[in-house]
């Protein structure tokens, strides 16, 4: 496609009931990241998917939070147990490559996630 | 521990009023210190990479600079379209991902 999509691009939730947020990148970008923003805070890097490599998972906050992305395309991130504090926006973005961050990468607008 | 500190936290502008914000960084290492540019309900969108102390460049009505511990975005006379919040995010030597700064909140008046 011709931008990052990211899907729902809201969604409230109960506390405790587990969500889905999916990204589906750039046509042939390799590099698929995820990330949380926080209201006032910086963005914070949850996850990162490089081609067939394993993921780097050194963001995820706890081990209720899981991803992963099929065909080297669409992500999903999965939240089990949802807690209050899970409450952000979740943005995807993708690169041509790990190498090509430096020419930006592409963010999706992000799924924002309320969990009442 | 990597961190990218932004100043100030909002600003407000008259319309054509020049100004600088402000990107304070301690990375080990610095590989690339980025700008990019977030409206509303939406994502971030890259603006600058700036690799090393005293690199400039420029975009439009905006210029990026980089010193050894800090980034200066310079909005010259700004227009309301400007409004938004631009973030600041640095690469390390060590690292792969970006540690982003929590932005300053730009706000034009006409």
């Known amino acids: 496609g011709a931008g990052v999509s990211q899907s729902p691009s809201n969604k409230v939730t109960e506390k405790g009931k587990d969500v889905e947020l999916r990204c589906d990148p750039i046509s042939g970008h390799t590099a698929l990241y995820w990330y949380r923003q926080s209201l006032g805070q910086g963005l914070e890097f949850l996850i990162y998917?490089?081609?067939?490599?394993?993921?780097?998972k050194s963001g995820l906050p706890s081990d209720r939070f899981s991803a992963e992305r099929t065909g080297g395309s669409v992500s999903t991130l999965t939240i089990q147990r949802t807690q209050q504090e899970d409450s952000a926006v979740y943005l995807c973005?993708?690169?041509?490559?790990?190498?090509?961050?430096?020419?930006?990468?592409?963010f999706g607008s992000g799924t924002r996630l309320t969990v009442v | 521990e990597d961190q990218v500190t932004q100043s100030p936290e909002a600003l407000r502008l008259q319309e054509g009023e020049s100004s600088s914000l402000n990107c304070s960084y301690t990375?080990?290492?610095?590989?690339?210190l980025f700008w990019y540019r977030q409206d509303p309900g939406k994502g971030p969108e890259f603006l600058f990479t700036?690799?090393?102390a005293g690199e400039e460049k420029e975009k439009e009505r905006l210029k990026a600079t980089l010193t050894k511990k800090e980034s200066f975005l310079h909005i010259t006379a700004p227009k309301p379209e400007d409004s938004a919040t631009y973030l600041c995010?640095?690469?390390?030597?060590?690292?792969?991902?970006?540690?982003f700064g929590p932005g300053t909140r730009l706000s034009v008046l006409p």
């Open positions: 990375v080990s290492g610095l590989r690339g």
């Open positions: 998917f490089q081609g067939n490599s394993a993921p780097d």
């Open positions: 700036l690799y090393s």
């Open positions: 995010a640095a690469v390390s030597g060590y690292g792969q991902n970006f540690v």
């Open positions: 973005a993708s690169s041509l490559d790990r190498g090509r961050i430096y020419y930006g990468y592409t």
